[in-house]
């Protein structure tokens, strides 16, 4: 069975600085989607950035980036520049191309220190 | 045991057609939520609701609709439709309005 570990349930970093948050999973499958939601308090889950196993490519979107390690099944997510408005709940997640089940992880709450 | 559950699993259907998903969570939860997973596989909000307060994704159509007979279920019934309404839909609850979401197993609507 497919799975999301998020490792760390909250994390804190200077405003400016950058931050890392990890992810891995355990999947059989060959062709899948990994995802990193945010959860602002209050709000619904917003996409941050995707990333498709096929592509060796890290995916990008603007401040935030991932380091997408495939052999390891690893997916982090750096925050470079963070802001006060990144303070979010942050969830990794994982979709297959073979059922259209999603896994989240148990998601990463962080902090941006002033 | 399954905490939110969809049914049915797949919906094949003709345009123009009405038809509904239904969505039941047994976590006590307050809130529960509608997707729609595009071909990207984006999850993009339709609509939240809790007992006090139904938050509508303006750009969903309103041949969507959200009902809510008790707590523990959100239906989604979606009138007319059209070939652009298939897509994977998912049912979410959380706690409270900014909590963890559990989602369910998604139902694949094929309209025809």
């Known amino acids: 069975a497919q799975t999301v570990t998020q490792s760390q349930p909250e994390m804190s970093v200077q405003e400016a600085e950058t931050v890392t948050l990890s992810c891995t999973y355990d999947?059989?499958?060959?062709?899948?989607?990994l995802f990193w939601y945010k959860q602002p308090p209050s709000r619904q889950m917003i996409l941050v950035i995707r990333q498709e196993a096929y592509k060796q490519q890290n995916a990008t979107e603007n401040r935030f980036s991932v380091n997408f390690q495939k052999a390891a099944k690893s997916f982090s997510l750096k925050i470079s520049d963070s802001q006060l408005g990144d303070a979010a709940m942050y969830f990794c997640?994982?979709?297959?191309?073979?059922?259209?089940?999603?896994?989240f992880g148990k998601g990463t709450r962080l902090h941006i220190l002033p | 045991d399954t905490a939110v559950s969809q049914t049915p699993k797949y919906l094949v259907t003709q345009m123009g057609n009405d038809k509904s998903i239904k969505c039941e969570q047994n976590l006590g939860h307050d809130t529960m939520y509608w997707y729609k997973q595009d071909s990207k596989k984006f999850l993009k909000i339709m609509f939240s609701?809790?007992?006090?307060?139904?938050?509508i994704n303006e750009t969903v159509p309103n041949r969507f609709s959200p009902k809510s007979p008790d707590k523990a279920h959100l239906n989604l019934h979606i009138n007319s439709l059209e070939l652009g309404d298939s897509a994977v839909y998912f049912c979410a609850s959380s706690p409270r309005t900014a909590g963890r979401e559990y989602f369910g197993p998604g139902t694949r609507l094929t309209v025809t």
């Open positions: 609701y809790n007992n006090k307060e139904l938050i």
């Open positions: 999947t059989s499958e060959s062709d899948y989607y």
């Open positions: 997640a994982y979709t297959s191309n073979r059922d259209d089940k999603i896994i």
